[in-house]
């Protein structure tokens, strides 16, 4: 799970029409207080459109079902 962001961003490299998408890919599991994967940024150092895309992906996770992992004890 932690690797996603690193993998989308490889996935999409070589697109020049989505480098700056490419970069809120990657960013978007950074935490303002630095907590966050996969390089620790923190604050402004996170792109704006990251920052903006995980408050989205947040509001996503508390309002639609996803589903349970095989194997959980849910």
Do not use: W
């Amino acid at each position: 799970m932690r690797r996603h962001p690193d993998l989308g961003h490889k996935m999409l490299a070589g697109i020049h029409f989505l480098e700056k998408p490419r970069e809120i890919v990657l960013s978007h599991q950074e935490h303002y207080d630095g907590t966050g994967y996969p390089r620790e940024l923190r604050g402004e150092q996170i792109p704006l459109g990251a920052r903006v895309f995980a408050v989205a992906d947040t509001f996503d996770a508390m309002t639609s079902k996803r589903p349970v992992p095989t194997g959980s004890f849910l």
